[in-house]
């Protein structure tokens, strides 16, 4: 117990410290969020109660977008033909700085506030990514900003974007499409994670799309030559992938979840359905992968004697990293200072740790150095990749889970709804909110993130990967 005291006593120290260096604007923006922290926590937690899953987060924007116009920020509502996405928006002129809102669940994560693998609800979704938290922090960071420009400490216009639907159909596509960040200078974003770092890795590259076999359905077993079987085709498919993945480049993945192999056993089945994803660090290494899987369900048409179908979902770019961006970041994290847990916290998190099979070793909130990017980063891949090919995007991580925690998990679920993700979620507002600041005070900081977003992406085009509207109300 006295070494813990000494532990909170020496973080509030440097806490304390950190702020004796800030800028009277910094101070105002850590009262600010500090201010809201409540609110914020009620608002992520109605979010995280609410699992709601892509394009189905009516209520989750709606708690989001209120708490916007209750603070004075204007709000419009169905952006980009997204009935759940949104802008809200405070100022006027340049610099215009944006800061991004995720707010979807994943399917089957349902679970309790405790570090043991316990539903709320048998099957439902659950926040396995911390998205609960995300939408909040940025919002919180964007009031705190906008009250600076209300009180005059800061000229410009701030932007938060409600984006839905990352998770499956990466709705942020639709979004630049639309061209809500046209008119921004720089955004800035954060993803949930089990460490605190100005993120300067990038991702992976991604193409969705389904495939469908139509055949000729029969009786299985009294007259099965009359049949061409969609299952037949939907099986050759998977095995052509299969034997394919020893021959594509080691950063890429190929991944596919079928969908309908038929329905019962005595009848030949007619049609057949399988969603299929490549991925790559690299879109230029990915599409090539992409094309010569496409061929091979033409292959498998043949092969079972039936029809075909490729339908685009949807695809999204690798991240644009910008250092620039993540050295502003990182000196804000570096004023801020670890998070402090109590010893209750500590103990949740080695709970986790020993139910997920890893080392009981429990928070890691200690600021991380800037890293060197990474040619080939392993990892997922998120739709933040099409905006930061469109504006220069600073991104950041903060720890809202124990150290190696399987993340899309009911793990990161049980840390959302309590206070080891509250935690996060509030120091992720403030750093972003601080990050902010430094953009529309210093202008030079602007230009210097924007120079480097243009060496980074070169003569290359953005091209978003979609055909046809967001596909709302798709299952």
Same mark, same amino acid.
């Given at each position: ?11 509030l ?47 989750s ?42 707010f ?15 539903? &709320? ?25 906008k ?14 974007l ?33 460490n ?40 050759l ?6 034997y ?6 080691p ?21 057949? &359905?399988?969603w ?28 079972a004697?039936v029809?075909y ?40 998190g ?10 009981e ?18 990892g ?51 750093a ?23 060496? &980074? ?11 046809g ?7």
């Amino acid at each position: 117990m006295k070494q813990l005291s000494t532990l909170v006593l020496l973080g509030l120290l440097s806490v304390s410290l950190s702020a004796q260096k800030m800028n009277s604007t910094k101070k105002s923006i850590v009262a600010s969020v500090e201010n809201h922290k409540e609110n914020l926590i009620q608002i992520s937690d109605s979010i995280w109660a609410l699992a709601e899953t892509a394009f189905n987060e009516s209520q989750s924007a709606e708690v989001l977008a209120d708490y916007a116009e209750k603070n004075g920020l204007k709000v419009t509502r169905g952006v980009a033909d997204i009935p759940t996405a949104f802008t809200a928006t405070y100022g006027s002129g340049k610099p215009v700085i944006s800061v991004l809102g995720e707010f979807d669940a994943l399917p089957g994560l349902s679970q309790k506030t405790v570090p043991t693998k316990d539903p &709320r609800i048998d099957g439902a979704p659950g926040h396995g990514c911390g998205h609960n938290m995300f939408g909040a922090a940025s919002l919180g960071a964007a009031i705190a900003i906008k009250e600076q420009i209300e009180s005059g400490k800061l000229k410009g216009t701030v932007k938060f974007l409600g984006t839905p639907a990352e998770e499956k159909y990466f709705a942020k596509v639709w979004m630049v499409e639309a061209g809500l960040w046209d008119d921004v200078d720089v955004n800035v974003s954060w993803h949930p994670g089990a460490n605190i770092e100005a993120n300067v890795q990038s991702g992976l590259s991604l193409i969705d799309f389904i495939v469908e076999f139509y055949g000729q359905a029969a009786h299985a077993s009294a007259d099965p030559w009359n049949g061409r079987s969609a299952s037949d085709a939907l099986e050759l498919y998977t095995t052509g992938m299969n034997y394919y993945r020893e021959h594509i480049k080691p950063t890429s993945r190929i991944h596919y979840h079928i969908q309908d192999g038929g329905q019962v056993v005595n009848v030949v089945p007619d049609y057949s &359905r399988i969603w299929v994803r490549v991925r790559d660090p690299k879109r230029k290494v990915m599409l090539p992968t992409y094309e010569r899987v496409k061929k091979m369900a033409e292959g498998a048409a043949i092969m079972a004697n039936v029809d075909y179908k490729i339908s685009l979902v949807s695809g999204i770019y690798e991240v644009l990293v910008n250092r620039a961006g993540g050295e502003i970041m990182q000196k804000n994290l570096e004023l801020l200072g670890p998070i402090t847990y109590t010893e209750e916290e500590i103990a949740f998190g080695k709970g986790i740790q020993k139910a997920t099979g890893k080392p009981e070793v429990g928070m890691d909130s200690k600021i991380e150095a800037l890293k060197e990017t990474e040619k080939n980063p392993g990892g997922g891949s998120t739709d933040v990749g099409d905006v930061s090919w469109n504006v220069p995007n600073i991104n950041l991580s903060v720890t809202v889970a124990p150290k190696d925690t399987p993340w899309h998990s009911w793990a990161v679920v049980a840390c959302g709804g309590m206070s080891i993700g509250h935690k996060g979620m509030v120091y992720a507002s403030k750093a972003m909110a601080m990050t902010m600041a430094d953009l529309f005070e210093n202008p030079k900081l602007v230009t210097k993130v924007k120079e480097e977003f243009k060496t &980074r992406k070169g003569d290359e085009k953005y091209e978003a990967m979609i055909d046809g509207p967001p596909p709302i109300g798709s299952n």
